[in-house]
């Protein structure tokens, strides 16, 4: 029944104790002493553990595995509370353990390990509870075994079996030894909503006291004895490999140990980042550059607007209805710049290559493709690589490519030690794997009744898809065209066509991926529509989700909330909606003009996830998307020159900061459905609510992103 | 050689005068509770106090520090005994992934000095602190709730 070695989380646990692993105390504030945390070793002393995803330790505390990587959306405590619901045990007694690279912790849907999509709650809601009803049907089993009773006749409440009829009680720790030979329920029952105990309720998060003094260790706190420190000058244009280079001057840097090269680029390796860094500005490289190198923003931008347009190489992404529709035509084009992730912490890993194998220490949003990267250039079998999942700082979506952790292998490889590969600010720039490029050619029909009839959407994007290494299906990256292809609007005659331009700039996965573009147009798109109409945005929206109660109640809720038509002195309001991992979203903005740039004063934001998890982490992450999608609206742009990126650091790479922050209003709606996304969702709708309330200020329409480039 | 007391103890380290404080903490003195963010005093991940001003650390060098005493977040508070701007962050649940909240928590500890009941325009004046989280509102929440102070001026 156990598919993973618990000597693999003992000796996980050690290398980072207390802090990999969270244990929570009686008063609910994490434990950051260095023993408390692992688990008593109580694998050794009898644990009960009937599946992969907890051990019930006989000093009542639960080991609960998470299997999603921790990168400030909530999963440390949110999948752990769906598990101790159906447990019937308190959050006081969970001790959350970050799960290693294993095929028991595969996405059930995606089918490897990885963190993405808004994806977490979601896909692992089933598999959790049941995981957590059957142990908790075993536990029960085992009491009524012991005292000879029906189990039917048992309850179960924070981590004691109670016999009521024959006033006694058993803790779970006490049934621990005598539970590992019980059968798991064919089919244990899970709670009805009503019965949940901590599923909606639970409001803190136990990562927090480890997050305000320093103690929460990222994968750049990762220490080793004898490890190195190691930075990797990589070639600026993409594609570009290096031809030659020169260490003598690198290697006069004290600190500096060594110089190797590496498939990526050149790796100085010394006793501390810094010496590492020094060294890497004193190489001398020449590159061989490669056809990039002659490609600019202007060269591609002129090439996917002229695709936009032309329509060249075009595959059918959707086709419902009629392309020859009578009525008022409304047309535009847009173009959206690239974008990078910008994460706090920069990308890093930690690797050790020996004999025995690879372990690596990273923050990783897909631990199964770090570790057949890692397998591929160690020589050995991926399950000869342990992979540990440190917390990480932002994740965004950059953290799923192992371009990091495979230097750090490589490196190790290289100089047969344990060593950390540590980017600048400027590699992570210069290095993303950027919000692709995006230009749209959109066509729509306006009927006689004033609704939106018809509309003819060409897509010119990089295939996000192709870049995670997934396969497309008939040519049509389902990503790369969302929330155009599957948009939720009632359009009875909808024609899509996807061009992959195949740029050269490697494309990225970037929170809300293909919705943070498409969403922005086809929402400033829909507001350009109602007013071509004569109609109120709101009301040309609902007429289009009549079969779609659950967005319209977000609507409707958003238009509430904000008070819809009535903004404050000064201001004007823009609304949009979005569609992501099955959550309906809405945004209003409330806005004014700072010279040619927006001012975003009020952001009132409503989102029907499906059943709540933990409420304070939902409204977090309406928060969060709304200020990274904002950041990435205002004026966040990656541009290219001769090949290579201009941008090196937050100085030009400009994002959000606390006098640019507007003030959130986030809500969630009630729907009774299973839980969905919430990661990603608001990212999608802030940007087209803030530039549909500019044009409601002074008529200008943004078509093209970040606004610096627009409003000028 | 440069004689730094961090978080109340001396250390005698045998680094360059130039090197970035950040990575004397980070690297040679092994507190890692300070973050790198950015190397260029743009992001404020690495601040700590100097003596009893907020700095930031990345841009700082050694030779600055020579003699001097340091403050770090793992000195801020103690895990028994945050304190009021470190209990308000829990409170307020103020962190996403976390990785900056060292840096804010330093740089407004250090703000508070001068100004200890600062309203939401003097922090978005003073504190210049990057989260990608996107953590800005509930900062503010915070930092009135521990301050008594808010959003009126």
């Given amino acids: 029944m156990t598919a993973i070695n618990r000597g693999d989380f003992v000796r996980l646990g050690s290398l980072f104790a207390g802090s990999l692993v969270l244990g929570v105390n009686a008063s609910g504030c994490a434990n950051q002493s260095s023993s408390a945390p692992q688990a008593s070793a109580s694998a050794e002393t009898g644990g009960f553990k009937p599946n992969a995803w907890l051990i019930v330790h006989p000093d009542e505390k639960v080991s609960i595995f998470v299997n999603k990587s921790e990168m400030g959306q909530g999963v440390a405590t949110g999948l752990p509370t769906i598990v101790a619901d159906e447990l019937d045990i308190p959050m006081a007694n969970v001790i959350v353990e970050f799960a290693p690279a294993a095929d028991a912790y595969k996405d059930p849907n995606f089918h490897f390990q990885v963190t993405g999509g808004s994806t977490s709650v979601a896909s692992m809601w089933i598999p959790l509870r049941t995981a957590g009803a059957s142990a908790r049907a075993m536990l029960v089993a085992t009491a009524a075994k012991q005292w000879g009773v029906d189990p039917s006749t048992l309850t179960t409440k924070d981590g004691v079996v109670t016999d009521a009829k ?7 720790g006490s049934l621990v030894g005598a539970a590992a030979s019980m059968p798991a329920p ?44 190691a930075s990797v000058l990589y070639p600026p244009v993409f594609g570009a490999k290096v031809k030659s280079f020169d260490a003598s001057k690198a290697k006069q840097v004290p600190g500096v140990i060594e110089v190797v090269q590496i498939p990526s680029g050149v790796a100085v390796v010394a006793t501390n980042s810094w010496a590492a860094f020094q060294g890497k500005a004193a190489l001398k490289v020449v590159y061989d550059n490669g056809p990039f190198a002659d490609q600019s923003t202007q060269t591609l931008k002129t090439r996917y607007l002229d695709l936009a347009r032309s329509g060249t190489g075009a595959v059918v992404a959707a086709a419902r209805g009629s392309k020859n529709v009578n009525g008022t035509t409304v047309e535009a084009i847009y173009f959206g710049n690239l974008a990078s992730h910008a994460t706090m912490e920069p990308m890093n890993a930690t690797a050790s290559v020996t004999n025995d194998g690879v372990e690596i220490w990273a923050p990783t949003q897909v631990q199964t493709f770090a570790q057949l990267g890692a397998a591929k250039i160690a020589g050995v079998a991926p399950d000869k690589v342990k992979i540990h999942t440190t917390y990480l700082g932002g994740g965004f979506g950059r953290r799923l490519y192992v371009d990091f952790t495979n230097d750090a292998v490589a490196v190790s490889k290289a100089i047969k030690a344990p060593v950390q590969v540590i980017w600048q600010r400027e590699d992570d720039i210069q290095h993303d794997w950027y919000k692709p490029m995006g230009a749209n050619s959109v066509k729509a029909v306006i009927g006689a009744n004033g609704n939106l009839v018809a509309m003819d959407h060409t ?28 948009t939720p609007y009632e359009i009875p005659n909808l024609h899509v066509s996807y061009i992959d331009p195949e740029s050269g700039v490697p494309p990225g996965s970037l929170r809300a991926p293909g ?22 945005p709101l009301e040309f929206r609902l007429a289009l989700l009549q079969r ?12 509430k909330n904000a008070s819809w038509g009535s903004p404050a002195a000064g201001t004007k309001h823009g609304l949009a909606f979005g569609f992501w991992s099955g959550t309906s979203v809405a945004t209003i903005a ?42 990435m609206a205002l004026a966040s742009i990656i541009t290219i020159e001769k090949g290579a990126v201009q941008q090196h650091n937050f100085y030009d790479y400009l994002v959000l900061r606390m006098n640019g922050a507007p ?41 093209i992103l970040p606004f610096s480039e627009a409003y000028t | 050689m440069v004689s730094i007391t961090i978080n109340g103890e001396k250390h005698e380290l045998d680094v360059p005068g130039e090197m970035p404080l950040l990575w004397a903490i980070r690297d040679v003195v092994g507190l890692t509770g300070t973050k790198f963010g950015c190397g260029v005093a743009q992001c404020g991940c690495c601040t700590v106090h100097l003596e009893d001003e907020a700095v930031r650390s990345c841009v700082t060098p050694c030779s600055a520090a020579d003699g001097k005493s340091v403050t770090t ?32 928590l330093m740089a407004i500890s250090g703000f508070l000095k001068k100004n200890p009941h600062p309203t939401d325009a003097d922090l978005a004046e003073s504190i210049t602190n990057i989260c990608r989280c996107g953590t800005y509102g509930r900062i503010r929440k915070a930092v009135a709730r521990a301050t008594g102070g808010g959003q009126a001026s």
């Fill in chain 1, 663 to 703: 003030e959130i209003h986030a809500a969630t709606v009630e729907s009774g459905a299973s839980p969905t996304g919430i990661g990603e969702p608001a990212t999608v709708t802030i940007a087209p609510a803030v530039a549909n309330a500019v044009f409601a200020i002074n008529g200008k329409r943004a078509r």
């Fill in chain 1, 548 to 559: 779609n109660p659950r967005a319209a109640n977000v609507l409707r809720t958003v238009a």
């Fill in chain 1, 166 to 172: 024959n006033n006694r009680t058993a803790t779970y």
């Fill in chain 1, 186 to 229: 064919a089919k244990p029952v899970l709670k009805t909503p009503e019965q949940f105990t901590l599923i909606g309720k639970v409001n803190k998060r136990v990562d927090t006291p480890l997050k305000v003094n320093g103690t929460a260790k990222y994968g750049i706190d990762m220490r080793l004895p004898g490890m190195k420190f």
């Fill in chain 1, 515 to 536: 919705a943070n573009w498409n969403g922005f147009v086809m929402e400033t798109f829909m507001d350009e529509l109602a007013h071509a109409a004569g109609k109120d």
């Fill in chain 1, 459 to 486: 897509v010119v994007m990089d295939s996000i898809l192709k870049g995670v290494g997934y396969p497309l299906k008939d040519g049509v990256d389902s990503v790369s065209c969302d929330s155009v292809m599957n």
């Fill in chain 1, 590 to 631: 409330e806005v004014s003009m700072n010279g040619k740039m927006p001012a975003v004063h009020r952001v009132f934001v409503v989102a029907d996830v499906g059943q709540v998890v933990n409420p304070t982490i939902v409204l977090q992450q309406l928060e969060g998307a709304t200020n990274y999608g904002l950041s």
């Fill in chain 2, 73 to 104: 977040i793992e000195a801020l508070g103690t895990p028994e005994q945050l304190t009021p701007l470190q209990q308000a962050w829990i409170d307020e649940e103020v962190p996403q992934c976390g990785y900056c909240q060292s840096g804010q």
